[in-house]
T-cell receptor
Framework: DVKVTQSSRYLVKRTGEKVFLECVQDMDHENMFWYRQDPGLGLRLIYFSYDVKMKEKGDIPEGYSVSREKKERFSLILESASTNQTSMYLC?????????FGPGTRLTVL | GENVEQHPSTLSVQEGDSAVIKCTYSDSASNYFPWYKQELGKRPQLIIDIRSNVGEKKDQRIAVTLNKTAKHFSLHITETQPEDSAVYFCAARRRGGSQGNLIFGKGTKLSVKP
């Protein structure tokens, strides 16, 4: 059974803080993704990675960066959090087209 | 790039009725179309998918149809039950020289009333 975990379910940060969201998968998947989910906007791709140390921008990368130092771990970084980054963040790993999502991190930036 | 439109945004049906959710896509090169279900407070999970070489696929009470000419695909749920209540996302993916990403629709909130 595929397991994708995220470091926090809920997170509250202040404007300007640096925020780290971590995602870990245990199935040796090469492809990993970070999405942002907002009501009425669906799932929007922030960044993705198809291999260790590889990263590519998705549709809304502004204000975010990522790190993939190990195959199982994909981190999303908010360099200087802003209130418009308050959202649900979902990580996913992928095997042969099927994406397996983590439980999500509800981030609130005050 | 690819754009996926999903309708309706909300859908309410009586238990036992059928529900249909429709999506259109813009990139004729897209060839993979999954549907994800997200129950309240839970993560999205794949429920069914279809590839462009197939016109219809069925799995118990759910089915997906694909019309490549019109560039639209639909999710059909028959004999709906309260546990079908969730947000459903369609998506499209283009495979080409480099790997394509899933482009998701904005979601449909399905409510099944007992």
């Amino acid at each position: 059974d595929v397991k994708v975990t995220q470091s926090s379910r809920y997170l509250v940060k202040r404007t300007g803080e640096k925020v780290f969201l971590e995602c870990v998968q245990d199935m040796d998947h090469e492809n990993m993704f970070w999405y942002r989910q907002d009501p009425g906007l669906g799932l929007r791709l922030i960044y993705f990675s198809y291999d260790v140390k590889m990263k590519e921008k998705g549709d809304i990368p502004e204000g975010y960066s990522v790190s993939r130092e190990k195959k199982e771990r994909f981190s999303l970084i908010l360099e200087s959090a802003s209130t418009n980054q308050t959202s649900m963040y979902l990580c996913a790993s992928e095997l042969t087209d099927t994406q397996y999502f983590g439980p999500g991190t509800r981030l609130t930036v005050l | 790039g690819e754009n996926v439109e999903q309708h309706p945004s909300t859908l309410s049906v009586q238990e036992g009725d059928s529900a249909v959710i429709k999506c259109t896509y813009s990139d004729s090169a897209s060839n993979y179309f999954p549907w994800y279900k997200q129950e309240l407070g839970k993560r999205p999970q794949l429920i069914i998918d279809i590839r462009s070489n197939v016109g219809e696929k069925k799995d118990q009470r759910i089915a997906v149809t694909l019309n490549k000419t019109a560039k639209h695909f639909s999710l059909h749920i028959t004999e709906t039950q309260p546990e079908d209540s969730a947000v459903y996302f369609c998506a499209a993916r283009r495979r080409g020289g480099s790997q394509g990403n899933l482009i998701f629709g904005k979601g449909t909130k399905l409510s099944v009333k007992p």
